[in-house]
């Protein structure tokens, strides 16, 4: 689930056709700033978009940093290299609601979304020998 107030969708949803899925996600960095506050998530998605920009080539899976602004409350738990995600998001009166359960562990409170950056990645998968 995405919240309602994500500042700039245009080119996520152009792309997608609508919000992705981040039920099945590796998170890859987490950064906080005490300037905004923010925190930043990386992210690589496996849910491919049926749009993408022709700049992106080959790829099959997808890179999503995404920005959160005026960050109130951020309790990290665990941030395991390994492993995938479940990142959920939602409203609640004028907080948006960040949650993170599975490799990574976190939760946290925000007043606005952004998306910072996606781009196409090509990860090499290890082919079975036979």
Not at 79 to 95: A, Y
Not at 99 to 111: K, P
Request: hydrophobic letters at 40%.
């Amino acid at each position: 689930m995405w919240p309602r107030r994500i500042e700039n969708p245009t080119f996520l949803l152009s792309t997608y056709g609508h919000y992705p899925n981040l039920g099945d996600v590796a998170v890859t960095e987490l950064n906080l700033d005490r300037s905004g506050p923010r925190l930043s998530l990386s992210l690589i998605l496996t849910v491919l978009p049926y749009n993408p920009p022709p700049k992106w080539g080959l790829f099959n899976r997808v890179f999503l940093k995404l920005g959160f602004l005026d960050l109130s409350v951020c309790n990290i738990q665990h941030f395991g290299r390994i492993g995938v995600s479940s990142l959920r998001m939602w409203d609640n009166v004028d907080r948006i609601h960040i949650h993170c359960d599975g490799a990574v562990i976190l939760s946290a409170q925000c007043g606005f979304l952004y998306v910072e950056k996606m781009s196409g990645l090509l990860v090499e998968t290890p082919s079975s020998e036979n």
